[in-house]
Structure formats: structure tokens, C-alpha cells
């Protein structure tokens, strides 16, 4: 198991919510990327966090935004959610931004009705 | 962008033999390619890595071997146990050349099904 918490385990929400996820980071860590990934699919990079500022974006669309605080644990925020946002939401996170060692948390399992 | 192609989707093997999953990537400036596995209900588990200036790493029963010329990267697990089953991803990354952030790319996936 890594260090990496999220939070919550399972949301339902219905379209054109928001929603707020949390991620904490393995001890030592300082950057948080977060992915979606869909049933039966590869999880897909959403944007990346350093020092408290994006490092890094996916092809997301900016309904999709994010913080990350000065403890390095992260939010990521979804507004006017779409059917099609359900999925589930990884964070993992590593040191440094260059191509280091990426560890996953469980992940949030988003359902949006 | 990068893409990853995975393959196969889905690998059945006899618990002992060997199981080998094959990735393709597009992007010649990728330089690190990991490994994960994932469980039913858990995160991607980093099992192993390779960086551009190696061609082959191994670390006990799993081994991976990277192509550069060709654009491809391998898993090999050999003596295959119960316990392997699960879904494999394979991944590629640019890194950040300052530029910021591209993240990993994965591939679909195999779903790798050990017969007892």
C-alpha cells in the first residue's frame, strides 16, 4: 500500500453539481497529479500540482480545476457535472516534476445521475 | 501528443508459465516508461519502471525490456502465480523539460488471468 489517502471512497451526484475531491500525499512528496480514469479504460492525466501551483494540464476542459495546499495534499473540483464525469478519480504523487515514480491512491469512485 | 498502445486485451496463462504484455508509444521524447498493476477496487500499484538510457531492468520475477528504435517496451513475469492476476497498465512520460507537466499516458490495459 502507498501513503497516498483520498477522500471520499464513493460519491453520487447528479448532473450539473459540484463536486470536491481530496487527495493526501505520500510522506516526502511534494507533487500531486490527478487522472480519471473510466470503466474498462487507462486512467487519463488531468493536471499536475507543485508548490501549490499547476504544473501541467490534460486535454480537460477548465470546469475541471484544482489547489493544492501547503502540506501538499490536494482538491480536485469538478463544476456543472456531466453524465459522462463518472468514473474513478486518482491522485497520485511523487517528488519532484520530472519523471519520477508516480504512486496511486485507491481513488474516488464518482457516479453522476 | 502521446499515445500508448497496449496489447494483448485480455491474457489467460497456466499458473508457472510465463506471460509477456507488449507496448508501442508514438512520441520519441518519452523517457520513462512504468509498469502498474491494478486490483479489483484499488489504485494502480507501481511494480516496475525503465528509463530511456536502459534496455532491460529485472526485479525478481518481472522483468521489462525497452525498445527505443522500435517504440516498444515489454513486461515479461515469469512463474506465474494465482496472485499475478489483475490488470496491467503500461505507461509513458515525457517528463517536465520545463515546460511543465504532460503526465503518464497509458495504454487500455491487459487483463492477465492465471489458470490454476
Known amino acids: 500500500e502507498t501513503g497516498v489517502t483520498q477522500s471520499p471512497t464513493h460519491l453520487i451526484k447528479t448532473r450539473g453539481q459540484q463536486v470536491t475531491l481530496r487527495c493526501s500525499s505520500q510522506s516526502g512528496h511534494n507533487t500531486v497529479s490527478w487522472y480519471q480514469q473510466a470503466l474498462g479504460q487507462g486512467p487519463q492525466f488531468i493536471f499536475q500540482?507543485?508548490?501549490?501551483?499547476?504544473?501541467g494540464r490534460g486535454n480537460f476542459p477548465p470546469r475541471f480545476s484544482g489547489l493544492q495546499f501547503p502540506n501538499y495534499s490536494s482538491e480536485l473540483n469538478v463544476n456543472a457535472l456531466e453524465l459522462d464525469d463518472s468514473a474513478l478519480y486518482l491522485c497520485?504523487?511523487?517528488?519532484?516534476?520530472?519523471?519520477?515514480?508516480?504512486?496511486f491512491g485507491p481513488g474516488t469512485r464518482l457516479t453522476v445521475l | 501528443g502521446e499515445n500508448v498502445e497496449q496489447h494483448p486485451s485480455t491474457l489467460s496463462v497456466q499458473e508457472g508459465d510465463s506471460a509477456v504484455i507488449k507496448c508501442t508509444y508514438s512520441?520519441?521524447?518519452?523517457?520513462?516508461f512504468p509498469w502498474y498493476k491494478q486490483e479489483l477496487g484499488k489504485g494502480p500499484q507501481l511494480i516496475i519502471d525503465i528509463r530511456s538510457n536502459v534496455g532491460e531492468k529485472k526485479d525478481q520475477r518481472i522483468a521489462v525490456t525497452l525498445n527505443k528504435t522500435a517504440k516498444h517496451f515489454s513486461l515479461h513475469i515469469t512463474e506465474t502465480q494465482p496472485e499475478d492476476s489483475a490488470v496491467y497498465f503500461c505507461a509513458a512520460s515525457t517528463g517536465d523539460s520545463g515546460g511543465g507537466a504532460d503526465g503518464l499516458t497509458f495504454g487500455k490495459g491487459t487483463h492477465l488471468i492465471i489458470q490454476p
Open positions: 497520485a504523487s511523487s517528488y519532484g516534476t520530472r519523471d519520477n515514480e508516480q504512486f
Open positions: 500540482y507543485y508548490r501549490e501551483e499547476e504544473n
Open positions: 512520441d520519441s521524447a518519452s523517457n520513462y
